[in-house]
């Protein structure tokens, strides 16, 4: 009797059903500690590649030393060349000037150097550095004479080598180290009014930082002035007014100004000018993709798997295996979906 009984309870419909639901719970619990972050960020640069460019907010100004301002000059801006660029962006009433140029680098003599001190302590100017403060210590280091009244705050650029992908790609952009906001949330506040790490979007925990996903453009989306053009002709003060403007490099010459990102991995993919111009309007529009909630990962780990189970004890594999790639481009599709409205990763 108790065989019948157990022969009838094996052959139930509904109980193989509740069996391939145990597995897949099963499966999920033990997929989902596991961290596949190579995988996890070559699929979200290609939603990043493929999913429509936002618009930029039209606050961010590029001015470039490229390689018609070293052709032009044979040789590197100097003191009195940068003091007649920052006098005429001056003039032109820009919101802040970040250069990420060490200003103790510019050539020129004393005199010189020091009157062009003098030109950026007039301005809301800023030296970026590619740095964090040292621990415990609140701000940068002070630079060296004649530019030790130069505002210096922490700009350091995030490389996945040693963490997540390990790829060397730029992906992150640093909101806070030990809890205090970096140089650009702090101008973007003036744009957005987002004072604490809560209010942007996609705002993550990493080590002693709060960081973001930066939103890319693509590639010569912001406007951009030439160093040379600047020096040589007036310039047009409504692109410049009330805007931030980024100084830096951008010759082909040097492969330290340049980085790969999730739109592209070539060597001189995008400068690092460009790349803090999208990290900064990231923050600014407030735009930064966000890591979808853990209960969604559960969710979608749970119904692939289910699906997987019906697919391989059910159908021919042939068809099965055709089963299992509609699955993943299907999946694949609703993920850019998401990606493209509403920043999930």
């Known amino acids: 009797m108790a065989v019948n009984w157990l022969e009838s309870w094996l052959k139930n419909k509904w109980v193989h059903h509740g069996l391939r639901l145990v597995f897949a719970t099963l499966i999920t619990v033990l997929l989902f500690p596991f961290k596949l972050d190579l995988l996890e960020f070559t699929t979200f640069d290609w939603r990043m590649q493929l999913s429509p460019r936002p618009a930029v907010s039209d606050k961010v100004v590029l001015l470039s030393i ?17 003091a007649v660029v920052l ?12 250069t990420f140029i060490n200003p103790t680098q510019i050539q020129g003599s004393y005199d010189d150097l020091s009157m062009l001190s003098e ?19 609140a701000k940068m280091d002070p630079l060296a ?6 505002a210096v705050e922490a700009t350091p650029k995030t490389t996945d080598r040693n963490v997540l992908a390990k790829d060397g790609v730029t992906r992150r952009g640093i ?6 906001f970096l140089l650009f949330p702090i101008i973007a506040q003036k ?12 705002a993550f925990q990493f080590l002693e930082s709060a960081q973001v996903l930066i939103r890319y453009r693509t590639k010569g989306a912001y406007p951009t002035l030439k160093f040379i053009d600047v020096l040589e002709n007036p310039i047009d003060a409504s692109m410049v007014k009330g805007k931030i403007v980024l100084i830096g490099k951008d010759t082909l010459e040097n492969s330290a100004d340049y980085l790969t990102t999730p739109m592209s991995k070539d060597l001189l993919a995008l400068s690092k000018l460009e790349m803090y111009a999208n990290q900064l309007d990231t923050l600014i529009l407030n735009q930064a993709p966000r890591f979808s909630p853990d209960w969604v990962k559960l969710i979608f780990t749970f119904i692939i798997s289910l699906l997987t189970i019906y697919i391989v004890l059910y159908v021919r594999p042939g068809k099965g295996l055709l089963l299992l790639a509609l699955t993943v481009g299907v999946y694949l599709l609703f ?5 493209a409205g509403l920043r999930w990763v």
Do not use: C, H
């Open 119 to 137: 030109i950026m302590g007039r301005m809301p100017f800023y030296f970026g550095e590619n740095d964090l403060p040292k621990t415990g210590i």
């Open 191 to 202: 744009f957005n009014g987002i004072d604490n790490v809560e209010g942007y979007s996609g």
């Open 66 to 82: 490229d390689q018609s301002t070293l052709r032009k000059l044979k040789r590197e801006p100097e003191a009195l060349d940068w």
């Open 335 to 339: 993920s850019l979906g998401l990606f």
């Open 175 to 180: 909101l806070t180290y030990e809890t205090r």
């Open 145 to 150: 004479a004649p530019f030790e009244n130069i």
């Open 87 to 98: 006098q005429k962006l001056a003039q032109a009433s820009p919101a802040d000037v970040v």
